[in-house]
Nanobody, 126 residues
Framework: QVQLVESGGGLVQAGGSLRLSCAAS????????MGWFRQAPGKEREFVAA????????NYADSVKGRFTIFRDNTENTVSLQMNSLKPEDTAVYYC???????????????????WGQGTQVTVSS
């Protein structure tokens, strides 16, 4: 029910940083929990980070904990992913997603998303 558009991907050296942004259209953005997922070539789409409707609660995959931060701005209908200390293993297409409810069921899995963005490529060189 939410239309999503990602931006901010690109090529970065290992140890560098990127910030991904996701802009939502519509007036009901704050009704939904949001998340970031990623998919590397030949791999299943996997959970990266999630945030509840208000931004008060966050959840991260173990592989990115301490390096990535998710946050949202409900006044501008955006959700962002700040990625620091990037590793070559972080290389993937990153997707913004909206849940069907104000909170995600745990564990957060791609099948529980209601809407997806088109994806943005992140490439980390060694």
């Amino acid at each position: 029910q939410v239309q999503l558009v990602e931006s901010g991907g690109g090529l970065v050296q290992a140890g560098g940083s990127l910030r991904l942004s996701c802009a939502a259209s519509g007036r009901t953005f704050s009704n939904y929990a949001m998340g970031w997922f990623r998919q590397a070539p030949g791999k299943e789409r996997e959970f990266v980070a999630a945030v509840s409707w208000s931004g008060a609660s966050t959840n991260y995959a173990d592989s990115v904990k301490g390096r990535f931060t998710i946050f949202r701005d409900n006044t501008e209908n955006t959700v962002s992913l700040q990625m620091n200390s990037l590793k070559p293993e972080d290389t993937a297409v990153y997707y913004c997603a909206a849940a069907r409810n104000p909170y995600w069921r745990l564990p957060v899995v791609p099948a529980n998303a209601g809407s997806w963005g088109q994806g943005t490529q992140v490439t980390v060189s060694s």
